[in-house]
């Protein structure tokens, strides 16, 4: 039986063609390779209902997933999060038909783990016996976990400023973790290095190595398989890297090509913060690649994202989507947390918050309208920003009484 359909890698920027059985990174001229599949191929082999009967995780869709054997198979159990129907709140945002994919639910906490999950499996299968990457936090506890599950060595750099139970994952799965004085890139440096002399280590930086945009690919058929096999008008989402937007919008592409899904791609929209707007600015120029964003800082630190290598990538599925880039305040965005929780009872983090102000600050502009089926993505869930709700509490004494009546 035929497990993947996985047929070679291309570079989007040269066309050259690479092998996928052997370990690549990035293109020789430095581009970003993407996995490509023989799409007739796949649908010789499954179908949607075939589908629909297979246990409800993000290897449902193997066939278009780049691990040739399923005994590679590394898994916590992760994918088909949730599609939830936020009414309140779509009601309050004037979007009525408003929807969030609810990635707080994965392991260890955010959406990190579908790129840890197939990264990690494709690199067993591989033979790479130790990972090495920069993160903002939650990737590198995604995949020091799933490093340890596949027993993979892996060393992880963070900004020493990145939320501690990022730092607390890694450290419990053993990974080899150092914190740097700095952002995103000045690890990105480290680590280069270090994989350089030491050998032995694969650099899975974003976008280094072809296979996590494969596993962050699987938002966006669980999207499409949840709503029947069908594609919303919108789809909101917090970009860093922008792993995920170009996983996203290359498997609808994928879907599109096998007729499972027909009709407009979403208007993509990528969503930053006003302390890191690479992607919005260039957008809003109308450029090909963005420039380098100084002094970035922002709460929702997974998109304190300065210099993207996938930049090229992400502009393209905004322009190609007819979607656009918003960038929002993080006082807005804290505030619209709070929101969130209180008419959803869904205690979402600062990224995902970040995308229901987009779409209250789209709303208001006019480029969304009432009629709009929009998908906010919540990339993870608010347990691991503990600090971002300031909860000023009472505290009674065993002899005391609460007060009578509601405060
Ligand atoms: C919670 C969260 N949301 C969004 C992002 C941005 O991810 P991407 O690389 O897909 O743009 C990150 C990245 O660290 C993250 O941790
Ligand atoms: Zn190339």
Redo the contacts with the bound molecule.
């Keep these: 039986m035929i497990y993947s359909a996985l047929s070679h890698l291309e570079c989007p920027r040269c066309g050259a063609r690479h092998d996928a059985d052997l370990v690549q990174g990035t293109c020789s001229c430095g581009s970003p390779l993407l996995a490509r599949y023989d799409l007739p191929a796949v649908a010789g082999l499954t179908s949607p209902p075939d589908i629909a009967a297979r246990p409800a995780d993000l290897w449902r869709y193997h066939e278009l997933l780049p691990v040739r054997g399923a005994g590679h198979v590394v898994s916590l159990g992760e994918g088909m999060t949730p599609l939830l129907a936020m009414p309140r709140l779509g009601k309050a945002l004037g979007v009525p038909n408003l929807l969030m994919k609810d990635e707080g639910l994965m392991p260890t906490g955010?959406?990190?783990a579908r790129g840890a999950a197939v990264g990690v499996s494709r690199a067993a299968e591989l033979g790479v016996a130790a990972i090495a990457m920069p993160?903002?936090?939650?990737?590198g506890a995604a995949w020091s976990v799933y490093a340890a599950r596949a027993q993979m060595r892996s060393l992880v750099v963070m900004p020493a400023a990145a939320p501690a139970i990022a730092r607390t994952q890694c450290a419990a799965a053993g990974a080899e973790l150092y914190l740097v004085d700095g952002l995103i890139g000045d690890a990105g440096r480290l680590i280069a290095d270090a994989v350089a002399r030491r050998g032995g280590y694969l650099n899975v930086a974003?976008l280094r190595e072809p296979y996590r945009i494969e596993g962050?690919k699987t938002m966006g058929l669980e999207i499409a398989e949840q709503l029947g096999w069908r594609m919303p008008g919108v789809i909101v989402?917090?970009?860093?890297?922008?792993?995920?937007?170009i996983g996203i919008y290359k498997a609808l592409r994928e879907l599109l090509e096998l007729g499972w899904v027909s009709g407009d791609l979403p208007r993509l929209v990528a969503v930053q913060s006003t302390g890191c707007a690479p992607i919005v600015r260039a957008f809003q120029a109308g450029a090909a690649a963005s420039e380098p964003w100084p002094d970035a800082k922002t709460v929702a630190?997974?998109?304190t994202?300065p210099n993207a290598l996938g930049d090229f990538l992400i502009l393209d599925a905004l322009y190609a989507t007819g979607g656009t880039a918003v960038a929002v305040t993080d006082e807005a965005l804290l505030a619209d947390q709070r929101t969130v929780a209180r008419l959803e009872g869904s205690f979402i983090?600062p990224?995902?918050a970040a995308c229901v102000t987009a779409v209250r600050q789209l709303r208001e502009s006019g480029w969304l309208s009432e009629r709009d089926e929009v998908v906010v993505l919540n990339?993870?869930t608010g347990l691991i920003y503990p600090d971002t709700v300031p909860a000023s509490v009472p505290v009674l004494q065993p002899s005391g009484s609460i007060p009578s009546g509601q405060p």
Excluded: D, L, Q, S
């Design positions: 955010t959406f990190k993160t903002n936090g939650n990737a974003t962050k989402y917090p970009t860093g890297g922008g792993v995920g937007i630190f997974g998109i994202v983090c990224e995902g990339t993870g």
